[in-house]
Nanobody, 129 residues
Framework: QVQLVESGGGLVQAGGSLRLSCAAS????????MGWFRQAPGKDRDYVAAISRNGRMTSYAGSVKGRFAISRDNDKNTVYLQMNSLKPDDTAVYYCAADRAAANNGNYYSTSRLNYDYWGQGTQVTVSS
């Protein structure tokens, strides 16, 4: 069982930056691929970014590519999402998630929320215009 706790959300003006953190704890926390998803009111939970267990492979949704950066520190069991040039459309609850399928493949990651096994409680990001 893995527990995920997000932090770093808040209110920021358009064009500003935030860095989200996701601390993982529990057995095997360092061996999972990790992802970030977001959900705006009345909308589905959408994929934002993913990173492989070894950190070598990353992927981004088209809407955030070039503005967001995902990274991880396996010594600290923490994944980060650096968000720059924020827009009002980025307003949502941001969730991190862990995919245990990465246990056998260090380069593996997934862009589908259906593949993720553990989820955090979410952190609110609000971007004002």
């Amino acid at each position: 069982q893995v527990q995920l706790v997000e932090s770093g959300g808040g209110l920021v003006q358009a064009g500003g930056s935030l860095r989200l953190s996701c601390a993982a704890s529990g057995r095997g926390a360092s061996i999972y691929a990790m992802g970030w998803f977001r959900q705006a009111p009345g909308k589905d939970r959408d994929y934002v970014a993913a990173i492989s267990r070894n950190g070598r492979m990353t992927s981004y949704a088209g809407s955030v590519k070039g503005r967001f950066a995902i990274s991880r520190d396996n010594d600290k069991n923490t994944v980060y999402l650096q968000m720059n040039s924020l827009k009002p459309d980025d307003t949502a609850v941001y969730y991190c998630a862990a995919d245990r399928a990465a246990a056998n493949n260090g380069n593996y990651y997934s862009t589908s929320r259906l593949n993720y096994d553990y989820w955090g409680q979410g952190t609110q990001v609000t971007v004002s215009s």
